[in-house]
């Protein structure tokens, strides 16, 4: 059974801090990480991918995989209120079809 | 560019009744995937399909769950003799390459209530 594990949270933090979401995977064989961002009653949508170990930064996230720990964590800088919302933190196993989801961090910017 | 498109974005259903779902994905992308969202739960991966082929239906529930992807058309992902338990949020995501190589995109979704 692949799983993906994320705190439930929630998460608050205050508006202007850095969000730290953090996500870790069973399966060795991952290969892709995607960090998706779903708002109460609508359909995830995808902040950004990683592929390599290290970091991805784009704008005001970074992503951070680091695979022999088998961990991938997403930071946003300079939180917003809008950054308000569910962080969904995604794996797609090597020869998989699909992604595997964790269950999600709730996510509170406090203005 | 049209992003993913489902409809209905809502759908109310008596016990046994069918439920059929659709989902044009966007211009350019072959592959469908359906996801299931329960309430206070993760996305569970349902279905994945190509025209006119379904590729991995290791998600689906044996029994009174079907999907199809036609040559011309939206996929439908058909429920047949709905439960309460069946009551969820249906996602289709699209991508443009095999096995979602590339990121997939969903769609608004489809909220399903089985009275």
């Known amino acids: 059974q692949k799983e993906v594990e994320q705190n439930s949270g929630p998460l608050s933090v205050p508006e202007g801090a850095i969000a730290s979401l953090n996500c870790t995977y069973s399966?060795?064989?991952?290969?892709?990480f995607f960090w998706y961002r779903q708002y109460s009653g609508k359909s995830p949508e995808l902040i950004m991918f990683?592929?390599?170990?290290g970091d991805k930064e784009d704008g005001r996230f970074t992503a951070q995989l680091n695979k022999a720990s088998q961990y991938v964590s997403l930071l946003i800088r300079d939180s917003q209120p809008s950054d308000s919302a569910t962080y969904l933190c995604?794996?797609?196993?090597?020869?998989?079809?699909?992604?595997?989801f964790g269950t999600g961090t709730r996510l509170t910017v406090i203005p | 560019n049209a992003g993913v498109m489902q409809n209905p974005r809502h759908l109310v259903r008596r016990r046994g009744q069918e439920a059929r779902l659709r989902c044009s994905p966007m211009?350019?992308?072959?592959?469908v995937y359906w996801y299931r969202q329960l309430p206070e739960e993760g996305l569970k991966f349902m279905v994945y399909?190509?025209?006119?082929?379904?590729?991995?239906e290791s998600g689906m529930p044996k029994e009174r769950f079907s999907a199809e992807f036609p040559k011309e058309g939206p996929s439908i992902l058909r429920i047949q003799q709905v439960v309460r338990g069946d009551s969820a949020a249906y996602f289709c995501?699209?991508?443009?390459?095999?096995?979602?190589?590339?990121?997939?995109?969903f769609g608004p979704g489809t909220r399903l209530t089985v009275l």
């Open positions: 995501a699209s991508s443009p390459l095999r096995g979602g190589t590339n990121e997939q995109f």
């Open positions: 399966d060795r064989g991952s290969q892709s």
């Open positions: 990683i592929y390599s170990n």
């Open positions: 995604a794996v797609k196993s090597s020869g998989a079809n699909n992604l595997f």
């Open positions: 211009k350019g992308h072959s592959h």
């Open positions: 399909l190509q025209k006119e082929n379904i590729i991995d």
